[in-house]
């Protein structure tokens, strides 16, 4: 039997939580900004947004995240080749980067970013989540793209969506296409994300 899996979906993970000074500092200043600088208001509802230009910052942090997306969708890119074979892989032209601080109560509402190749969200701290009263607190969920379908009985992952409880320290990458958004997120102490959209020549 030849079997072709079709039209499936790359959602790429990766952890780096031993950066802790990293993801403090960067923690710290985006807590600090959020408190006097104005919020750009896209899908977020009550979180603050900073400005798409991280990228451009000089502190060192920033500098090294970014170096660090890029290498993670190089290897997201090698990966994929394996199967696809391309003549030559594809370099990263240019990025966007912004924070968003979330506070209790706080969630983005569904959302693509479709103009970027591969969007990507970082964790420098994900807070003092409540899981206990609040299953999804502060979960980003990623919507079925397909229009209409009918799962088999038990070969089904999750009816509609799949879920991800983000840990302090982990990467996401996934096509800017794919609609996507955050539970309510329930804690005392701020959650931090940083968010980029990756673009090809």
């Known amino acids: 039997m030849d079997l072709a899996t079709l039209f499936s979906v790359p959602i790429a993970s990766f952890s780096h939580a031993h950066l802790r000074d990293m993801n403090a500092e960067i923690a710290s200043l985006m807590n600090a ?12 509802i009550g979180n603050w947004h900073s400005p798409n230009n991280l990228q451009e910052r000089p502190e060192a942090c920033f500098q090294y995240l970014t170096s660090l997306i890029k290498i993670n969708a190089r290897k997201l890119i090698e990966t994929l080749a394996k199967k696809t074979g391309p003549a030559h892989l594809p370099a990263v032209e240019s990025l966007s980067m912004w924070a968003m601080v979330m506070r209790k109560g706080h969630y983005t509402k569904p959302h693509t970013h479709s103009n970027a190749h591969w969007a990507v969200v970082y964790y420098p701290d994900i807070g003092d989540e409540d899981k206990g009263g609040h ?12 229009v209409a379908h009918l799962s088999i009985p038990g070969l089904e992952r999750e009816t509609g969506e799949f879920t991800v409880s983000p840990r302090t320290g982990q990467m996401l990458i996934f096509p800017g296409w794919l609609m996507h958004y955050v539970h309510p997120y329930q804690g005392e102490r701020p959650r931090v994300s940083i968010a980029c959209n990756i673009y090809y020549a």
Request: charged share 25%; net charge negative; aromatic share 8%.
């Open 33 to 44: 900004e959020s408190e006097y600088a104005t919020s750009l208001q896209v899908s977020n």
């Open 135 to 146: 299953k999804h607190s502060g979960d980003i969920a990623f919507t079925d793209p397909r």
